[in-house]
């Protein structure tokens, strides 16, 4: 088993880089290349050759590798498929916006959550992700954006320094059940990568401890709360997690984080549909009915609700709603003083609904 670099304190990158024979001030420009997220050795051009291929024998740089990368055709959103240690695969999505730069973490690989609307839950949980592990996807989409310099593509306006500068948690499982990890990845991406709380985000389908747990830990990052419906019975029946905690529960605690931390509070909604007998859409959440029951929960309340037109995965039995449906929803919102967007779809052609990516390649595989 090749040693992980990346894991190792600088005590032990130095001793591992000395009995090689190497000087002490190797293992100082082995971690600047590793702490920018160098895929490989072979790009350490200061570092003897030698060394480099020695190094690519015995070692690799960080705890995942990339699998897959899609490139949308507007270039703005890059798609990664990962593949850990132990080979379980993640999914990481890197978007460029005219803000800044933004990367969506996974969590875990996979998700016990067993949302009915979500490919990532359909292999079921493997395992929670690492510290490292979540730190390595920020380090894979750096890097990326080191290559976009290197091809002199600019970045995207002029707020945009090109560097990573936004994290949401919102990839692949849910962080609230990796919440130490999840802590832990966060102070480093706030201490080593300069990103400042303002600009990070986790997002969670409920879990009221986990809310809790953020709120003591105390730092004013932004909360999404994943809803996708107005009321118990219907969230129940899409959001298994709501048995657990009812939805009225977790917006209370989720209202007390944003209080607390002076955030507005994200609350995202999938518009979804399906078919009926006649193979025509009816609205499953998204009517008039759901829009004004949603206005009542939130209203008078800090809150962006992003509306999201569902992304079709074969797997699930939803069907998408005509934009015009989109509209009427977010109008009705709009009319009850509920801030609302439509967020605006990123990176469609390549599949970047969270989960699609990985289930396509494990079936791939079979
Ligand atoms: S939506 Fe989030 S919490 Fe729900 S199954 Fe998918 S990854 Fe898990």
Redesign the pocket.
């Known amino acids: 088993m090749k040693t992980i670099l990346f894991n190792l304190t600088d005590g032990e990158l130095e001793q591992f880089i000395t009995q090689l024979g190497q000087p002490r001030f190797r293992s100082k420009q082995v971690r600047e290349w590793l702490n920018r997220g160098a895929p490989d050795f072979s790009v350490m051009k200061n570092l003897p050759e030698d060394l480099r291929n020695k190094l690519s024998e015995i070692a690799e740089t960080l705890p995942l590798k990339i699998v897959k990368r899609l490139q949308s055709s507007d270039n703005q959103t890059t798609k990664f498929l990962l593949e850990l240690n132990d080979c379980e695969q993640i999914e990481c999505v890197l978007m460029r916006t005219t803000y800044g730069n933004s990367v969506c973490v996974s969590s875990q690989a996979g998700?016990a959550?067993?949302?009915k609307f979500?490919a990532?839950?359909l292999l079921g949980l493997k395992r929670n992700l690492t510290v490292n592990e979540m730190f390595a996807q920020v380090l894979v989409a750096q890097w990326e954006l080191r290559r976009d310099k290197m091809r002199d593509i600019k970045p995207n306006g002029d707020a945009n320094n090109g560097d990573v500068s936004h994290i949401v948690v919102m990839g692949?499982?849910?962080p609230l059940q990796n919440t130490e990890n999840v802590i832990g990845f966060l102070e480093r991406a706030n201490t080593e990568l300069n990103i400042s709380w303002r600009r990070i985000t986790v997002s969670t389908?409920g879990i009221v401890p986990g809310i809790n747990e953020l709120n003591k830990w105390g730092r004013p990052i932004n909360m999404a709360i994943?809803l996708h419906a107005p009321d118990d019975d219907l969230r129940s029946q899409i959001?298994p997690i709501n048995n657990k905690y009812k939805l009225q529960e977790v917006l209370d605690a989720a209202f007390a984080f944003s209080d607390a931390h002076n955030r507005q509070l994200m609350i995202e909604y999938i518009l979804l549909g399906q078919k009926d007998k006649n193979d025509s859409v009816v609205l499953y959440n998204a009517s008039e009915e759901h829009a004004n029951k949603l206005s009542k929960l939130l209203q008078g309340h800090n809150v962006m609700v992003n509306l999201i037109p569902w992304n079709t995965v074969d797997e699930r039995d939803f069907a998408s709603i005509s934009g015009n449906a989109v509209h009427r929803f977010q109008d009705i919102l709009i009319k009850n003083g509920v801030h609302t967007r439509i967020r605006r779809e990123r990176g469609a052609d390549i599949g970047s609904a969270?989960?699609q990516l990985r289930l396509k390649n494990a079936k791939d595989k079979k």
Do not use: K, P, Q, R
């Open positions: 998700c959550m067993g949302c979500c990532s839950t692949t499982g849910e389908c994943s959001m969270c989960g």
